[in-house]
């Protein structure tokens, strides 16, 4: 048993240990001296509190401190754990504890921040633009539909708080995930939009008094007592409520970056002007009732949009927040476990787990029991029970019990890490629709802006006066804001993509809904796929001298140190026949099987086709066939040219795989079984599922082939696999479904993984992408029916500004709203 974790007290003898709280240093150890000798904590922190005790002790001992009140005190609350030598240790613990040595990566260390104050899909094309160009970004992603930025940097060029404050230069506010930072946000917002509220309320008050002097004369002092109040309280809410959206659209007319608050700017400000200029010259046509109005209605827009956005996006904040921060790491100095950064926890430590806490890493159970909710992971929400020896998933929740578990895979790489990586590099990606809407509005608003000063133009020429032409000109500025455009793609993405975790189904690409309405074929892979994968041994026929019990060790010698179905099966008849596999050298990995040398021979394993040469002219070939059902595989050892052994093995069918084979012939679909086990055994399978395609004895790029084949045809294909052998063919298909088999998530090919791994998925996924491009098409067609509509209404003179600034928040609700539909249609 590998030696524990030194303690507490030792770590000053050891360097094992942090001088101060016990807790097992890394690689990033922090080294202090104190009164001539050398200690190791494992963060600042523990170091600065040390220092401070051993003052506190008033001892050039610096032991002596362990035996001040202040330390004590610090040991009765909890502030510094009890070591080893206060509590009971026990006589042994499994589970090893190797030492996390972190590395750089070498595209830079990563940074996700959340993102306030955007308002349309320029701010994040602005956010991009600025930050590649800073020093030490290597790159930048922003997604307006998120509000989330993840950036690499260099930490030797830059640092976080530069990086954020190049964001507060152009007026965004960026928070890190758990920051309590955004509530104070939100609540500044709530305020702002309280006084300009609480102003705009009294502008408009005198601006009914003022009306009045329009039907009986008003002497030029009481128009000036009502004039001056007004533009100082509405001065005021230029100022402030305005301040945040002014800022920014000055940033982005900086970089030609035009966007929401640059025609919002154009339209508060231009009333604004005008009116000074004609309380300047004695006039009662004043216009800062128009100026608040904008600006109130849009703060107040903004703040029911994001509380809609946020119900939309609900799944993918919780998915993103499933990460525990904390975890409770136990060894032998505190067996019952103590809390640290989840980011210490490496693999091979031991963590408990109590009732309702969310597992941090990837483990197998080593003590304890209870029932695991998986549904964050898997969409299952069926609780599984979970025993000593059973594997368990990070993001899963003890729904009651209490476990303690060995970690194998932390943080990235465990299961929760790589599907939040996956799901944020999805979002992150533009589709090609997006990427074609985003350029329209960088053309857009300033099209809109000349169209406004066209109407204004042709609305003084026709003689209706210098205010008419304003206050029109500032209509069409307001009405045309593409707010709703820029938002009709990205949220339903965001949302498509967050609801999809949310049911067990990955998504890495999110064109792949785009395609799945153009889809004519379906190409399901067998092993894994249909079938469960979990291959039994059902039997044993030797040849020459091999016994069943000879032919088994040699077997599974050749097929150690490899995790395909068939290797693993064979390990675990012989640990349970109690034989040890024999040794076999030189083995390497063929596409068809395993090779290598034994007793001086060469051993092969593997498929008919693979030991061909050895199998040739043997009638004895056919007897395992005729005698075992249709539907078994056949694994062949051979040794030295010559046929050892025909290995028989049975799978069985997933729950569910003859409806879902029903109901995609249902569709119109063509559906295609392909296998690398032999023909006889595909198509007795294809047989069982109402299949009439069957192809078997395919190798990996030989499905590919089938897949390419299909397309040159003119089809579009489906392959669904279970990412192992299949990687090929899913990178060849138009639209690749994986079947979570456990493997890293991060390195499969597939547009999407089915992580419950039940074959109902396949046509649950196709239904949703329908759903969802269903929803992207009614989001633009309402956009554009919005602006087509809207524009020539306001440009006949039909809207005041204050109706134009209505409807255009309306129509970002209402795409807002149309979303909100598929979210509850499938949360």
């Given at each position: 048993?590998?030696?524990p974790?030194?303690?507490?007290d030792?770590?000053?003898?050891?360097?094992?240990?942090?001088?101060?709280?016990?807790?097992?240093?890394?690689?990033?150890?922090?080294?202090?001296?104190?009164?001539?000798?050398?200690?190791?904590?494992?963060c600042?922190?523990?170091?600065?509190?040390?220092?401070?005790?051993?003052?506190?002790?008033?001892?050039?001992?610096?032991?002596?401190?362990?035996?001040?009140?202040l330390?004590?005190?610090?040991?009765?609350?909890?502030?510094?754990?009890?070591?080893?030598?206060?509590?009971?240790?026990?006589?042994?613990?499994?589970?090893?504890?190797?030492?996390?040595?972190?590395?750089?990566?070498?595209?830079?260390?990563?940074?996700?921040?959340?993102?306030?104050?955007?308002?349309?899909?320029?701010?994040?094309?602005?956010?991009?633009?600025?930050?590649?160009?800073?020093?030490?970004?290597?790159?930048?992603?922003?997604?307006?539909?998120?509000?989330?930025?993840?950036?690499?940097?260099?930490?030797?060029a830059?640092?976080?708080?530069?990086i954020?404050?190049?964001?507060?230069?152009?007026?965004?506010?960026a928070?890190?995930?758990?920051?309590?930072?955004?509530?104070?946000l939100?609540?500044?917002?709530?305020?702002?939009?309280?006084?300009?509220?609480?102003?705009?309320m009294?502008?408009?008050?005198?601006?009914?008094?003022?009306?009045?002097?329009?039907?009986?004369?008003?002497?030029?002092?009481?128009?000036?007592?009502?004039?001056?109040?007004m533009?100082?309280?509405?001065?005021?809410?230029?100022?402030?409520?305005?301040?945040?959206?002014?800022?920014?659209?000055?940033?982005?007319?900086?970089?030609?970056?035009?966007?929401?608050?640059?025609?919002?700017?154009?339209?508060?400000?231009?009333?604004?002007?005008?009116s000074?200029?004609?309380?300047?010259?004695?006039?009662?046509?004043?216009y800062?009732?128009?100026?608040?109005?904008?600006?109130?209605?849009?703060?107040?827009?903004?703040?029911?949009?994001?509380r809609?956005?946020d119900?939309?996006?609900?799944?993918?904040?919780?998915?993103?927040?499933?990460?525990?921060?904390?975890?409770?790491?136990?060894?032998?100095?505190f067996?019952?476990?103590?809390?640290?950064a989840?980011?210490?926890?490496?693999?091979?430590?031991?963590?408990?787990?109590?009732?309702?806490?969310?597992?941090?890493?990837?483990?197998?159970?080593?003590?304890?029991?209870?029932?695991?909710?998986?549904?964050?992971?898997?969409?299952?929400?069926?609780?599984?029970?979970?025993?000593?020896?059973?594997p368990?998933?990070?993001?899963?929740?003890?729904?009651?019990?209490?476990l303690?578990?060995?970690?194998?895979?932390?943080?990235p790489?465990?299961?929760?890490?790589?599907?939040?990586?996956v799901?944020?590099?999805?979002?992150?990606?533009?589709?090609?629709?997006?990427?074609?809407?985003?350029?329209?509005?960088q053309?857009?608003?300033?099209?809109?802006?000349?169209?406004?000063?066209?109407?204004?133009?042709?609305?003084?020429?026709?003689?209706?006066?210098?205010?008419?032409?304003?206050?029109?000109?500032?209509?069409?500025?307001?009405?045309?804001?593409?707010?709703?455009l820029?938002?009709?793609?990205?949220?339903?993405?965001?949302?498509?993509?967050?609801?999809?975790?949310?049911?067990?189904?990955l998504?890495?690409?999110?064109?792949?809904?785009?395609?799945?309405?153009?889809?004519?074929?379906?190409?399901?892979?067998?092993?894994?796929?249909?079938?469960?994968?979990?291959?039994?041994?059902?039997?044993?026929?030797p040849?020459?001298?091999?016994?069943?019990?000879?032919?088994?060790a040699?077997?599974?010698?050749?097929?150690?140190?490899?995790?395909?179905?068939?290797?693993?099966?064979?390990?675990r008849?012989?640990?349970?026949?109690?034989?040890?596999?024999?040794?076999?050298?030189?083995?390497?990995?063929e596409?068809?099987?395993?090779?290598?040398?034994?007793?001086?021979?060469?051993?092969?394993?593997?498929?008919a086709?693979?030991?061909?040469?050895?199998?040739?002219?043997?009638?004895?070939?056919?007897g395992?066939?005729?005698?075992?059902?249709?539907?078994?595989?056949?694994?062949?050892?051979?040794?030295?040219?010559?046929?050892?052994?025909v290995l028989?093995?049975?799978?069985q069918?997933?729950?569910?795989?003859?409806?879902?084979?029903?109901?995609l012939?249902?569709?119109?679909?063509?559906?295609?079984?392909?296998?690398?086990?032999?023909?006889?055994?595909?198509?007795?399978?294809?047989?069982?599922?109402?299949?009439?395609?069957s192809l078997?004895?395919?190798?990996p790029?030989?499905?590919?082939?089938?897949v390419?084949?299909?397309?040159?045809?003119?089809?579009?294909?489906?392959?669904v696999?279970?990412?192992?052998?299949?990687?090929?063919?899913?990178?060849?298909?138009?639209?690749?479904?994986?079947?979570?088999?456990?493997?890293?998530?991060?390195?499969?090919?597939?547009?999407a993984t089915?992580?419950?791994?039940?074959?109902?998925?396949?046509?649950?996924?196709?239904?949703?992408?329908?759903?969802?491009?269903?929803?992207?098409?009614?989001?633009?067609?309402?956009?554009?029916?919005?602006?087509?509509i809207?524009?020539?209404?306001?440009?006949?003179?039909?809207?005041?500004?204050?109706?134009?600034?209505c409807?255009?928040?309306?129509?970002?609700?209402?795409v807002?709203?149309?979303?909100?539909?598929?979210?509850?249609?499938h949360?």
């Amino acid at each position: 048993m590998p030696k524990p974790k030194a303690s507490a007290d030792m770590s000053t003898r050891t360097g094992r240990g942090c001088g101060l709280c016990g807790l097992a240093l890394r690689a990033e150890r922090i080294e202090a001296a104190f009164a001539g000798r050398n200690y190791h904590f494992c963060c600042t922190g523990c170091r600065q509190v040390f220092s401070i005790l051993l003052q506190a002790a008033g001892s050039a001992d610096p032991a002596a401190f362990r035996r001040s009140d202040l330390f004590l005190k610090c040991r009765e609350s909890g502030i510094i754990p009890a070591t080893a030598d206060d509590l009971p240790r026990p006589a042994s613990l499994p589970g090893t504890f190797p030492a996390a040595t972190p590395l750089l990566p070498a595209a830079g260390l990563p940074l996700a921040v959340k993102v306030e104050n955007m308002w349309c899909p320029a701010c994040a094309w602005l956010i991009e633009t600025a930050l590649s160009r800073a020093p030490g970004v290597l790159s930048a992603a922003c997604s307006f539909a998120t509000d989330q930025l993840r950036v690499q940097y260099d930490p030797v060029a830059t640092d976080p708080s530069r990086i954020m404050a190049v964001l507060q230069r152009f007026g965004y506010a960026a928070t890190l995930p758990g920051d309590l930072r955004d509530q104070g946000l939100r609540r500044r917002e709530w305020v702002r939009f309280g006084i300009a509220s609480f102003l705009t309320m009294n502008v408009m008050m005198l601006s009914f008094a003022l009306y009045f002097g329009f039907f009986a004369d008003l002497s030029a002092e009481s128009v000036a007592s009502i004039s001056w109040p007004m533009a100082v309280m509405s001065a005021a809410v230029m100022g402030y409520g305005g301040l945040p959206f002014f800022h920014r659209a000055w940033q982005g007319l900086r970089r030609a970056a035009f966007s929401m608050e640059s025609l919002i700017t154009v339209g508060a400000l231009s009333a604004f002007g005008f009116s000074t200029l004609n309380l300047l010259s004695g006039s009662i046509h004043l216009y800062y009732d128009t100026a608040c109005m904008l600006v109130t209605l849009v703060l107040l827009g903004k703040i029911i949009e994001r509380r809609a956005k946020d119900q939309v996006l609900e799944g993918l904040e919780g998915l993103l927040s499933l990460m525990p921060s904390k975890v409770r790491i136990v060894d032998e100095a505190f067996p019952e476990g103590r809390f640290v950064a989840a980011g210490r926890l490496a693999a091979g430590d031991l963590f408990r787990v109590a009732e309702n806490e969310i597992v941090a890493a990837d483990g197998v159970v080593v003590a304890g029991g209870g029932a695991s909710d998986e549904s964050s992971i898997t969409g299952e929400p069926r609780p599984v029970m979970k025993k000593p020896g059973d594997p368990i998933r990070s993001g899963s929740r003890l729904h009651h019990g209490s476990l303690t578990v060995c970690a194998e895979r932390v943080g990235p790489e465990s299961t929760l890490g790589q599907m939040v990586a996956v799901v944020q590099n999805t979002i992150a990606l533009k589709t090609p629709g997006e990427g074609r809407t985003e350029k329209f509005l960088q053309g857009f608003v300033p099209a809109v802006l000349v169209l406004a000063a066209a109407t204004g133009v042709g609305v003084w020429l026709s003689g209706r006066g210098v205010d008419a032409a304003v206050l029109r000109a500032v209509t069409v500025t307001v009405i045309a804001c593409p707010c709703a455009l820029g938002i009709a793609i990205p949220l339903a993405r965001a949302a498509g993509v967050a609801l999809a975790a949310g049911n067990g189904m990955l998504v890495r690409n999110f064109s792949a809904f785009e395609r799945v309405e153009a889809l004519d074929t379906v190409m399901l892979d067998k092993t894994g796929t249909v079938t469960r994968g979990a291959w039994r041994l059902q039997g044993i026929i030797p040849f020459g001298d091999f016994t069943p019990e000879k032919a088994l060790a040699l077997a599974s010698g050749l097929e150690q140190g490899t995790s395909h179905p068939i290797a693993l099966e064979l390990l675990r008849e012989a640990r349970e026949r109690h034989i040890r596999p024999e040794r076999v050298a030189v083995v390497q990995a063929e596409e068809n099987g395993m090779s290598g040398l034994w007793q001086g021979l060469e051993a092969r394993i593997g498929s008919a086709e693979f030991l061909a040469e050895a199998f040739a002219g043997q009638e004895r070939l056919i007897g395992p066939v005729r005698v075992h059902p249709a539907g078994s595989s056949l694994v062949y050892l051979g040794v030295g040219g010559r046929p050892a052994a025909v290995l028989v093995f049975g799978d069985q069918l997933r729950q569910g795989i003859e409806q879902v084979a029903a109901d995609l012939q249902r569709r119109g679909l063509r559906v295609i079984l392909v296998s690398g086990d032999g023909a006889d055994t595909t198509q007795a399978i294809g047989r069982r599922l109402g299949i009439t395609e069957s192809l078997g004895g395919r190798l990996p790029a030989e499905k590919a082939d089938v897949v390419s084949d299909l397309q040159r045809r003119g089809k579009k294909v489906l392959m669904v696999g279970d990412g192992i052998n299949d990687a090929p063919a899913l990178a060849q298909a138009d639209l690749s479904l994986a079947v979570f088999a456990g493997g890293s998530l991060g390195k499969e090919v597939a547009d999407a993984t089915l992580m419950r791994a039940e074959p109902a998925q396949i046509t649950e996924f196709l239904d949703f992408g329908c759903a969802v491009n269903r929803k992207i098409r009614q989001n633009l067609v309402l956009t554009f029916l919005y602006n087509a509509i809207s524009i020539p209404v306001a440009m006949s003179g039909l809207l005041s500004p204050l109706v134009a600034v209505c409807a255009m928040l309306l129509s970002s609700l209402s795409v807002i709203g149309n979303t909100y539909l598929l979210v509850r249609k499938h949360s």
